[in-house]
């Protein structure tokens, strides 16, 4: 017996309309007003919205860093993101330094198995070529995984920071394939002569982790990759969380000269700030310890209008969790020990939806389009995921533009023993989540299956 989602008002990045979706199976049958119900089981969805599942395509799950582990495995982590509405996420293997990709590939493979909640994709972040660039032909054999974006550190050095010359060479060898290169992007080796500098003169709290990577870094590493792509031909870039209105104005000019330079920005740099949200008694900063990291107010309304104006295409989370009293603790006396993240994933739908569509910042098809379609493209998972149409895979969330919702760590289903969002209150939320034609979430509770979500092999994406 199929699903009949009946009455609500389905919405894509270019319309929004009264209409049923029709679910047989996996996958999505028809998208028309009027559907009969025909023996269907029918889900009632007057006075709500019916959009495609959100995709994230930025997380970190079960991922050692700084001599422990984000909090969140691929079951805990996974679950948090079907009750917030997103359907597929896309997280990082990394690859060991004088350790192939293959080897990343199988590991991360192995995380996921019996634990994925939802479907979920991986980019490869490469962080050795190794002796004379024998690992290249790498790129073409993770190609083939269904692995289409490689990611690369211009920060953290001696750990897992790459040279241009790496870099340069990557791009080479993508842009052959038609493959896409992530970067973060931040001037690695002048923030680590700030940090010492900072250690030096006895700066050891959480703040000066922000302080010491400045505006400026990120900027010129932007406009550093931008170069490196043009030498390599025109290899398609995307910036990842982008922090401030520098970096993204690097971001503008290039695609302006008609570069294929795409990027994302990060709930927190939209909603957070250095001033609100740092300088707190003893250790509280280390909550809002994360890469980039919070910048000052002035650069949150820049962030929407680029997304508005399609400066930047994707809104994720760099969901990168970690609990505060026995991780983030780690660096009591050194904020270099401080362990990078913060938690973000369940939440992501939900401060887009209020703090975007609510506030009238972007429209309700923007919204959609960031949330779900754009990184469906970008990524090469489109049409089968971010978009309700016949064909697609029927990840579906009925969205009640009515719900009230106060985000707490007391309440939240990440495994953190704080939230970053802690006490804001939203307004629209995800009232059934359904994954490939299962429901998934119903109410704020997980109702699905642990270990249901599969690998989703992708493809290079189109120009």
Request: proline share 4%; net charge negative; glycine share 10%.
């Amino acid at each position: 017996m199929g699903i009949l989602i009946k009455g609500g008002k389905v919405v894509s990045a270019a319309t929004t309309m009264l209409a049923d979706v029709l679910v047989e199976g996996e996958t999505i049958a028809q998208v028309a007003p009027g559907i009969t119900a025909n023996g269907h089981r029918v889900v009632d969805a007057t006075g709500m919205l019916v959009l495609p599942g959100g995709i994230d395509v930025h997380t970190h799950l079960d991922m050692p860093f700084g001599g422990t582990v984000s909090a969140d495995d691929y079951e805990w982590g996974t679950r948090a993101a079907a009750i917030g509405g997103t359907t597929t996420v896309i997280d990082f293997a990394l690859q060991s330094m004088g350790h192939p990709m293959s080897e990343a590939f199988k590991t991360w493979r192995a995380k996921s198995e019996g634990k994925a909640c939802i479907d979920y994709a991986l980019h490869m972040a490469v962080t050795d070529l190794g002796p004379n660039d024998a690992w290249l032909d790498e790129v073409d054999a993770m190609v083939a995984e269904g692995i289409s974006s490689f990611k690369i550190f211009m920060a953290y050095p001696n750990a897992l920071m790459v040279d241009d010359a790496t870099i340069f060479k990557l791009m080479q060898r993508t842009k052959k394939l038609g493959a896409l290169v992530c970067v973060h992007a931040e001037n690695g080796t002048v923030i680590d002569a700030i940090v010492q500098q900072a250690l030096a003169a006895g700066h050891t709290g959480p703040l000066y982790h922000a302080l010491s990577r400045p505006v400026e870094a990120e900027a010129e590493a932007v406009h550093r990759v931008v170069a490196l792509s043009e030498l390599a031909g025109g290899a398609k870039v995307y910036i990842v969380h982008v922090s401030n209105e520098k970096a993204m104005l690097e971001v503008k000019a290039a695609r302006e000269r008609g570069l294929p330079v795409q990027g994302e920005t990060c709930m927190q740099y939209l909603v957070l700030s250095i001033e609100d949200d740092m300088g707190k008694p003893g250790f509280e900063d280390a909550k809002y310890v994360f890469t980039p990291p919070l910048r000052e107010k002035k650069n949150q309304a820049p962030l929407w209008k680029a997304l508005k104006d399609d400066v930047l295409q994707v809104i994720s989370t760099d969901h990168c969790p970690f609990r505060f009293a026995d991780q983030k603790t780690l660096g009591l006396g050194n904020f270099t020990k401080i362990p990078n993240g913060g938690p973000g994933i369940e939440n992501r739908m939900q401060l887009a939806y209020h703090h975007g569509v609510n506030q009238g910042r972007i429209s309700l098809e923007r919204f959609v389009e960031i949330s779900a379609e754009a990184p469906a493209r970008i990524f090469g998972m489109y049409p089968r995921k971010g978009i309700l149409a016949a064909g697609s895979d029927a990840d579906i969330l009925v969205w009640d533009p009515e719900a009230k919702y106060t985000i707490t760590a007391a309440t939240q289903n990440m495994h953190t023993d704080y939230s970053i969002f802690e006490g804001f209150q939203v307004k629209g939320n995800a009232r059934q989540v359904f994954s490939r034609g299962e429901l998934v979430v119903d109410s704020g509770r997980f109702v699905g299956t642990v270990g249901r979500g599969r690998y989703v092999h992708r493809e290079v994406p189109g120009e």
